[in-house]
Structure formats: structure tokens, C-alpha cells
């Protein structure tokens, strides 16, 4: 007899939080895409190649579409995907369904807050880029929108940890499955810091935008948003390492060295996430320069546990190369499995995150910080984490999940291979290129390829790393369009998997696991490491917060676009 195809409702009928978490990623895609295509405009731009009269009248601007270019890649694309990501991982790994109500008003609360908030964008009426920074003033629905959308992730929040008490009532005494641990985890630290953009928005950017309120202090405003605007960066980051500790071990045919050491690199992000964000401030006046210098110590402790992580997971593959018959010194590297693009996506993820991390290390630094800030080094910077590591490990998730969950075949694999090596390398080059070119007092953020005749040249040290910008951008359009292709291709096929050959999810073994170890025990208290976090937040976040408060400086809206 031949093997059934199930029909899309025997697909969802088992597992009703399937379709929730497609419908979560697939909305984050869509985000993603329109993002993206923004991405070669914004690095011609710093090969001093000006396109953007191309997209006229459409587009006003390079800023419109700067500010396109970040708030849907790196606010929408993320969140969206890792909402419906980490929803299905947790109720899987646990074997606890979802309260599926709430889910799909997350969902719902997306898909709104994701329109009003596009309106505004498209129409260029908020081009007040990513970090939206008082004075300048975007249109009411660019707020509304975007306040709707951080409400969603903290029903994201509600909807983990509920799942999570739970298991514990149905469990009791047992330690957490891993994934469990490191999603609510993730989640909870998430709910912590999101607090600065909620009380942004709501007592001060919706006010103003809507004329209640005459000014807001940007001091202040900035300093809420970077509450949250680092711990984000790690909202981002931490659903890759879920892959990375919890999957990629299996997909690489090995297993994980330890569970307990990847439970701790967890709990260090739960509690030195947030009480960090000052390091984005220090050329601000207002702070003072004691608790920059403590910002900037904790800033180093947070980059401990993803110093465990490259540990923990480069033995966990060197083990996984070994047991795919992998010998010598390096010969287990080429011994994983280098067909198969979602492996192939996180392991170059990962790569590129050995240089973000050491340039993030530089901009911690309280003294050379300020030879990097506000220059193309900045980007430079970021584009490794967030659109390589973070970016093509979620590709990497994608090209299993989808089909695990649609029953779809992953459409042209040898295209999704290629998308994700030139992806790589094209941000490699840019990367390099725009860090160089930080280097030599090049500002981020500006028009450089449409400056006036009496400017023209200021920037001519750095024509040899615009070299390296010009051919990132051919890269990576090229590499966006493979990825998408197979994105879409998958999405739309007819064809549907016999059930024996629809993939697994690939949850890995651990050789040290959390079974009978005291310290696992301890670490499984999330809230009280929730709480110790909310501590160390109050203590270096409210002397300088009080003080601003008290002394607000309330400054009119500007539109300078
Ligand atoms: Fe950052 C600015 C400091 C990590 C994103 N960062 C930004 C901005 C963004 C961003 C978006 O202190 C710009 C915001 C804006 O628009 O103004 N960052 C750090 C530090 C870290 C760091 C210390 N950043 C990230 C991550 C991001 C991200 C992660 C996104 C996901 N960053 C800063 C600072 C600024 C900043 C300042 C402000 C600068 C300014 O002047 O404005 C660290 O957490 C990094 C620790 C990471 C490591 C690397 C570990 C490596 C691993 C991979 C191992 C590889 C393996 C592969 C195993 C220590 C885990 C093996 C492969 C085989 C094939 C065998
Ligand atoms: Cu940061």
C-alpha cells in the first residue's frame, strides 16, 4: 500500500499549535522580505553608489528606507519569528499544548500593530529610524503600532511561562527538558526587559505623537529605550543558541556535551541582559561616568556565557564531526554534514558571531567606544549577530520546521546551500568594510553617496573598503534572492511528504545530563532568578532614571524628513 499524505487538517489536527507558530513565522517573512530589499540601497549608499533616486517617488529617502530596513528586519522579522519558533519548540519538548486562544491574539496583535505601524512608515510620515529618538517625531500610528506589537511579545511572555508552571505542577521535582528551560528562560528575561519600552511608549512617545503631552525629555526617552534596545539584542540572539544547544548537535549526527552548562549560559543571560544599557549611551551627557564604568563591567559579564556557549558548542560539534568518522586535528570539521543547509546556515552563523562578539567586546569598552560610536563600525558591528548569526540560523530552523510542519518537501536544497554560503560571505565583506571604514571616522546613519560638491570627497580614505561594501551588496541580493526563492517555493508546493519522511524535530541527547545534580535543581528556580535580576536592574538603572525623571527637559517634536 502506498504511504498516505496527510491532508492540511490531519497536519494541524494533532498539534493545533502548529499552525499558530507557521502563521507567526511566515508574517515574519513577509516583514523580512520587504526589509530586505531596502538592504543594497543602504550598502551602496556606503560604496558611495547613491540608488535610492531609483526607487522615486515611492521612496522619499535613504532614511525612509533605513528606517524600513530596520524596524522590519530587526524588530518585526525577529520577534514575529521567534514568537511562533520558540511556541512550538517549548509545547513540543514539554508535551504541553499552548493556551491557543491566547496565542492567536498575539498573533492578531501582530498582524495590527504591524499594519498601523506600516501605514505611517510607507507613507513617510515616522522616518525616526529604528531606535525612533525624540526630538524627532513620527505619526501617532508608527507608535500605536509598534507599542501593539511589544504588548504581543509580553502575551509571548504570559503564554511560555503559563506552559511552563504547568509542566512543573504536572512534574513535580523533576528538572525542566532543556528546551523548556532556555525558552521560558529566554522569555522571562524578555519580560524583564521590555519594561523600558513599554513606559517609553506609553507615557511618553503615544502622548506626544497624539499632542497630549507638548515634549518629551530625549535623554530620558533614550535612556528607557536602551533598557530595552540591549536585552533586545539578546531576545534576538538566544532563540539561535536554543538551536544551537537544544538541535544542531542531533543535525550534526552527534550529541551535547552538557545540559547543565548550557541551563547556566542561560540564567547568565536571564540576569545580565538588561542591567547593561548605558553601554549605548556613553557619549550621552546626563550619566554619570560611575555607572557608565558599572554598565560596562556587567556588559563584560554578559559576554560570559556566549564565551561558554562557543565552548560548549564547538565541542559538541567536534564530537559530532569524530562520530561521522572525522580524524586528526581539524579533520572533524569538514567531517559535518556541509550538505545539509540547515546545518551549514547556523554553523556559518555561528562563525560570523565569533567576530560580532569580539567587536561588541570593543564597544563595551568604555574608552574605545568612543572612537567607534555613531561611525560605520556600528553596523559593521551588529550585521554579525543579528543579520548573520541570529538571521541564518533562523533560516536554518525554517528549512526543517517549515516542512515539519506543512509536510512540504524544502524546496531546491542545492539553492538554499548556495543562498546561505553567499549570505555569509557577502556579510563578511561588509563587514569588514564598514568596520574599516568606522575606522576612519565614516558616520553611520548618513547619506554619504548624495553629499554636496563642497563635501564631495571628505570620505576618500576609504575607497578601497568601499570596494568591499560594493561587493557585498551584489553578494547579498543575490544570496537574498536564493533564500527566498526557497522560502516561498516551499511554502507554496503542492507536493506533500509521505508521512515517513516528513522531518523529526530534532531534539538533541546531552552525554552530561541534568538528572540527580543538585545544581540543576537550583537553577530550575527561574523566578528567583527572574527576581534577581529585577533587583540588579532597580539598582543600576534608578539613581540615574529617578534623577532624569525629576529633572525632565521636555523637548518639541521635529520633523526633519
Ligand atoms: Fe552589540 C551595538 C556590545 C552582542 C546587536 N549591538 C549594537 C547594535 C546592535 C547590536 C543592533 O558595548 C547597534 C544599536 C544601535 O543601532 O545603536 N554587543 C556588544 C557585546 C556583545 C554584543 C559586548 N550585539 C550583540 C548581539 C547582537 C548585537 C548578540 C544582536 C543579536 N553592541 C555592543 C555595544 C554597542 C553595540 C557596546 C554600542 C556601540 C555604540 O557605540 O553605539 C557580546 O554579547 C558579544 C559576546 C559574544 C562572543 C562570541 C561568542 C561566539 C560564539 C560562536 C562560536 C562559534 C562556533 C562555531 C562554535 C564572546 C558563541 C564553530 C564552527 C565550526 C565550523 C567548527
Ligand atoms: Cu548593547
Redesign the pocket.
Given at each position: 500500500m502506498a504511504v498516505r499524505s496527510a491532508s492540511p487538517e490531519d497536519i494541524y489536527a494533532t498539534h493545533p499549535e502548529k499552525k499558530v507558530s507557521l502563521y507567526f513565522m511566515v508574517l515574519g517573512f513577509i516583514a523580512l522580505t520587504i526589509g530586505v530589499i531596502f538592504g543594497p540601497f543602504q550598502i551602496f549608499n556606503y560604496a558611495n553608489i547613491d540608488l535610492y533616486p531609483a526607487l522615486q517617488p515611492l521612496f522619499k529617502s535613504y532614511y525612509q528606507g533605513l528606517t524600513l530596513h530596520?524596524v522590519l528586519n530587526?524588530i518585526v522579522f525577529t520577534q514575529f519569528f521567534i514568537q511562533g519558533s520558540l511556541l512550538y519548540l517549548q509545547a513540543r519538548d514539554s508535551n504541553v499544548r499552548p493556551l491557543m486562544p491566547v496565542a492567536w491574539a498575539a498573533w492578531w496583535l501582530d498582524l495590527i500593530g504591524l499594519a498601523l505601524a506600516a501605514w505611517p512608515l510607507l507613507l513617510n510620515n515616522a522616518t525616526v529610524l529604528?531606535?525612533f529618538y525624540p526630538p524627532l517625531q513620527g505619526h501617532w500610528a508608527f507608535y500605536v503600532g509598534a507599542a501593539l506589537i511589544i504588548v504581543s511579545s509580553l502575551v509571548s511572555v504570559f503564554l511560555s511561562v503559563e506552559m511552563w508552571v504547568r509542566w512543573k505542577k504536572q512534574n513535580p521535582g523533576k528538572p525542566t527538558p532543556l528546551v523548556t528551560f532556555m525558552t521560558t528562560a529566554t522569555w522571562m528575561m524578555w519580560g524583564l526587559a521590555a519594561i523600558g519600552l513599554v513606559v517609553e511608549a506609553v507615557f511618553f512617545l503615544i502622548p506626544w505623537s497624539l499632542g497630549w503631552i507638548k515634549g518629551v525629555d530625549p535623554l530620558l526617552a533614550r535612556s528607557l529605550f536602551w533598557w530595552s534596545?540591549?536585552p533586545i539584542?539578546?531576545f534576538?540572539?538566544l532563540p539561535?543558541?536554543v538551536s544551537?544547544y537544544g538541535l544542531l548537535p542531533r543535525q550534526a549526527g552527534g550529541k551535547l556535551i552538557s545540559d547543565p552548562l548550557a541551563r547556566m549560559a542561560f540564567l547568565g543571560f536571564l540576569v545580565f541582559s538588561t542591567p547593561?544599557g548605558f553601554?549605548?549611551q556613553?557619549?550621552d551627557p546626563g550619566i554619570s561616568a560611575f555607572w557608565k564604568g558599572v554598565h560596562?563591567v556587567l556588559?563584560?559579564m554578559?559576554?560570559v556565557p556566549?564565551?561558554m556557549?562557543?565552548?560548549t558548542?564547538?565541542a559538541s560539534?567536534?564530537l559530532a564531526?569524530r562520530a561521522n568518522g572525522g580524524k586528526g586535528m581539524l579533520g572533524?570539521?569538514k567531517a559535518?554534514p556541509w550538505n545539509n543547509p540547515s546545518v551549514v546556515a547556523q554553523?556559518?552563523g555561528?562563525?560570523a558571531?565569533?567576530f560580532?562578539?569580539?567587536?561588541?567586546?570593543v564597544?563595551?569598552?568604555f574608552t574605545l567606544?568612543y572612537v567607534?560610536?555613531?561611525t560605520t563600525?556600528?553596523?559593521g558591528?551588529?550585521h554579525?549577530?543579528?543579520a548573520t548569526?541570529?538571521t541564518l540560523t533562523f533560516f536554518g530552523i525554517a528549512f526543517w520546521l517549515i516542512p515539519h510542519i506543512t509536510h512540504k518537501p524544502l524546496a531546491a536544497p542545492r539553492t538554499a546551500l548556495a543562498g546561505v554560503w553567499l549570505w555569509f560571505v557577502g556579510m563578511m565583506f561588509m563587514a569588514f568594510g564598514m568596520h574599516m571604514m568606522g575606522l576612519q571616522g565614516v558616520p553611520?546613519r548618513a547619506h554619504i553617496s548624495a553629499m554636496s560638491a563642497v563635501n564631495d570627497g571628505i570620505y576618500a580614505s576609504s575607497a578601497f573598503y568601499m570596494v568591499f561594501n560594493a561587493i557585498a551588496g551584489v553578494l547579498l541580493t543575490i544570496a537574498a534572492v536564493q533564500l527566498f526563492y526557497v522560502l516561498y517555493a516551499t511554502l507554496f508546493s503542492r507536493r506533500r511528504l509521505p508521512a515517513d519522511q516528513v522531518p523529526e524535530i530534532p531534539f538533541a541527547e546531552a552525554i552530561s545530563g541534568p538528572e540527580g545534580k543538585n545544581g540543576v535543581k537550583v537553577m530550575d528556580r527561574l523566578f528567583f532568578w527572574w527576581g534577581a535580576a529585577v533587583v540588579l536592574v532597580l539598582i543600576v538603572y534608578m539613581p540615574t532614571l529617578v534623577q532624569l525623571f525629576i529633572h525632565m527637559v521636555p523637548a518639541p517634536g521635529m520633523r526633519l524628513w
Open positions: 530596520g530587526a529604528y531606535t534596545g540591549h539584542v539578546y534576538w540572539l539561535a543558541y544551537w547593561v553601554h549605548h556613553f557619549a560596562t556588559t563584560m554578559v559576554a556566549s564565551l556557549t562557543a565552548f558548542i564547538a560539534l567536534e564531526g572533524w570539521i559535518l554553523l556559518l555561528a562563525i558571531f565569533i560580532g562578539g569580539a567587536g561588541g567586546i564597544n563595551a569598552s567606544d567607534v560610536h555613531n563600525w556600528i553596523p558591528h551588529f554579525l549577530p543579528v548569526a541570529s553611520r
